[in-house]
């Protein structure tokens, strides 16, 4: 090969690694975005469900406490 032809072979060569780069920061960012939303399901989950149980546990006081009042209000 003469010179001209090596290099237009290194530069596809270069422009092919770049591509190969280019495309592994993209898998790369794409992964880091969707753990991060994964994360933030998984918080989300766990919030609901303190806040589920938060939420029923005072729904109960107040049942328990109409309820005792409806007893008493009928004896």
């Known amino acids: 090969m003469n010179s001209s032809q090596e290099d237009a072979h290194e530069a596809r ?22 753990n991060f939303f994964y994360s933030l399901w998984i918080l989300l989950g766990i919030r609901l469900t303190i806040l589920t149980r938060y ?5 109960m006081k107040i049942l328990s406490i109409t309820n005792l009042l409806f007893l008493v209000h009928h004896i």
């Open 13 to 34: 060569r270069l422009r092919s690694n770049k591509r190969v780069q280019d495309r592994r920061r993209n898998e790369h960012i794409s992964l880091q975005t969707h």
């Open 55 to 59: 939420v029923s546990d005072k729904l």
